[in-house]
């Protein structure tokens, strides 16, 4: 599975749109980009994945390159309770070992 | 609802006990995946059964152990070989079409060996 790129921390003012970046400059045609989040002592939340469109869900937006080395997801209008740790995973569907989960990014919604 | 339920959410054992910590599913989802995490660290996986009575060693199996016998069930025991076993355990699951929608997590069980 191709690595991913994340900044550690990211800050967001409430209402405002989140925009996470992620760089997978090895990504292979058949890996997937997903995105997970993690607030503090939960198990991680699935948000949204793709392959290389854009994709919308009622939570985000994922945005990827034409490219596909990396991509960004959207939160429209952040809350307080979007503040928590983001992860970027690439991984192609037919593997049958884990997702990986990196360091993400720990994105604070500030009021 | 359906969902994944990791019992107890909190655990303390004495050093050199083995620990065993539940994860049950009712999504029925084949797969089913062991992850540890310490603190501001990512998650790294421990183990994971793809089907009943089969599993597969992650990145960190030493010094624990697994079983799959029944598809809702994957428990995992942590042993008294395992060096550091302070963390926060996470167990997952995922359907077969799991490009679809991806992996379901529980709440966590956050052990502290004293």
């Known amino acids: 599975d191709a690595k991913t790129t994340q900044p550690p921390s990211m800050d967001c003012a409430e209402g405002r749109a989140a925009n996470l970046p992620c760089n997978h400059s090895t990504i292979s045609g058949n890996e997937y980009v997903y995105w997970y989040r993690q607030i503090h002592s939960q198990g991680p939340q699935y948000i949204i994945h793709g392959l290389k469109n854009n994709e919308t869900n009622e939570m985000a937006s994922l945005i990827i390159t034409e490219d596909r080395k990396s991509s960004t997801l959207i939160l429209p209008h952040a809350t307080l309770r979007d503040t928590a740790v983001y992860y970027c995973i690439v991984r192609a569907y037919y593997n049958n070992n884990d997702m990986r989960f990196g360091a993400g990014t720990r994105l604070t919604v500030k009021p | 609802d359906g969902g994944i339920t990791q019992s107890p959410k909190y655990l303390f054992r004495k050093e050199g006990q083995n620990v065993t910590l539940s994860c049950e599913q009712n999504?029925?989802?084949?797969?089913m995946y062991w992850y540890r995490q310490d603190p501001g660290q990512g998650l790294r996986l421990i183990y994971y059964s793809q089907i009943v009575n089969d599993f597969q060693k992650g990145d960190i199996a030493e010094g624990y152990s697994v079983s799959r016998e029944k598809k809702e069930s994957f428990p995992l025991t942590v042993t008294s070989a395992q060096k550091n076993p302070t963390a926060f355990y996470l167990c997952?699951?995922?359907?077969?079409?799991?490009?679809?929608?991806?992996?379901?997590f529980g709440s966590g069980t956050r052990l502290t060996v004293v």
């Open positions: 999504l029925n989802h084949d797969a």
């Open positions: 997952a699951s995922s359907p077969r079409d799991r490009e679809r929608y991806g992996y379901t």
